[in-house]
Antibody, heavy 117, light 107 residues
Framework: EVQLVATGGDLIQPGGSLRLSCAAS????????LSWVRQAPGKGLEWLSV???????YYADSVKGRFTISRDSSQNTLYLQMNSLTAGDTAVYYC???????????WGQGTLVTVSS | DIQMTQSPSSLSASVGDRVTITCRAS??????LAWYQQKPGKLPNLLIY???TLQSGVPSRFSGSGSGTDFTLTISSLQPEDVATYYC?????????FGQGTKVEIK
C-alpha cells in the first residue's frame, strides 16, 4: 500500500522559512514523479513544484526563487524548503506522487502552513 | 505559461442528469490533461488522464473528451456521491497547472 505522509506544517511569521517533509512508503521517490500542491482555505488546488524521476525540478511562478523541492533517496522522503513566506502562502500543502509523467496517483494527507504575525 | 479555465464555476443538477464541465487551455496541450474529483473534506482523486482514459476503479458514468485546447468531463447520470469539486490539470510541460475548479451540487 502506498502512503505519503506530509509533516512540518506550522504557524510561521511573515518572512520566515519552513521545510516540509513527505515520507513515502510503498512508493520509491527516486524513480517516480513527486509534486507539491497546496490548497488555501476554501480555495482550489494550486500546483507548486515537481521533481522528475530523472531529478529535474520545476516550479510555479508564484513560488519560483522562494521554494526548493528536493528528495533523499536513502530516506525515501520528499522535501519542500520554503523561504520568504507571506500570508498568501497560508494553505494545506499536499505531497503527491505519480508513476507516470504528469498526473497524480497518490496524495498525502496534507500539512497546514499558516503564515501570520 | 498556459492558463486553464474551467466553466462553469459551479452547477446544480438533479440526480440522473447529464452533467458537462468544460476546461479550456490558453494554448494547445494535445491530450495532456487530467481530471480530479475532490469531495468535501477529502483528498483529490484521479478520475481521467490523457484526456479520456478512465483511471482504474472510476465509475463508467465519468468520461472525458477533447484535445488541443478544449476538453470536457461528462457525468452521464449524476449520483448523490458525485457531489464534489472537479479540477482539470494540464501536464504537457511544467508547470502542471490546475483549473480553478467546478463545484457540483445536487438540486
Amino acid at each position: 500500500e502506498v502512503q505519503l505522509v506530509a509533516t512540518g506544517g506550522d504557524l510561521i511569521q511573515p518572512g520566515g522559512s519552513l521545510r516540509l517533509s513527505c515520507a513515502a512508503s510503498g512508493f520509491t521517490v527516486s524513480s517516480n514523479y513527486l509534486s507539491w500542491v497546496r490548497q488555501a482555505p476554501g480555495k482550489g488546488l494550486e500546483w507548486l513544484s515537481v521533481i522528475y524521476s530523472g531529478g529535474g525540478t520545476y516550479y510555479a511562478d508564484s513560488v519560483k526563487g522562494r521554494f526548493t523541492i528536493s528528495r533523499d533517496s536513502s530516506q525515501n522522503t520528499l522535501y519542500l524548503q520554503m523561504n520568504s513566506l507571506t500570508a498568501g502562502d497560508t494553505a494545506v500543502y499536499y505531497c503527491a506522487g505519480g508513476y507516470s509523467y504528469g498526473y497524480v496517483d497518490y496524495w498525502g494527507q496534507g500539512t497546514l502552513v499558516t503564515v501570520s504575525s | 505559461d498556459i492558463q486553464m479555465t474551467q466553466s462553469p464555476s459551479s452547477l446544480s443538477a438533479s440526480v440522473g442528469d447529464r452533467v458537462t464541465i468544460t476546461c479550456r487551455a490558453s494554448q494547445g496541450i494535445t491530450n495532456y490533461l487530467a481530471w480530479y474529483q475532490q469531495k468535501p473534506g477529502k483528498l483529490p482523486n484521479l478520475l481521467i488522464y490523457a484526456a479520456y482514459t478512465l483511471q482504474s476503479g472510476v465509475p463508467s458514468r465519468f468520461s472525458g473528451s477533447g484535445s488541443g485546447t478544449d476538453f470536457t468531463l461528462t457525468i452521464s447520470s449524476l449520483q448523490p456521491e458525485d457531489v464534489a469539486t472537479y479540477y482539470c490539470q494540464k501536464y504537457n510541460s511544467a508547470p502542471w497547472t490546475f483549473g480553478q475548479g467546478t463545484k457540483v451540487e445536487i438540486k
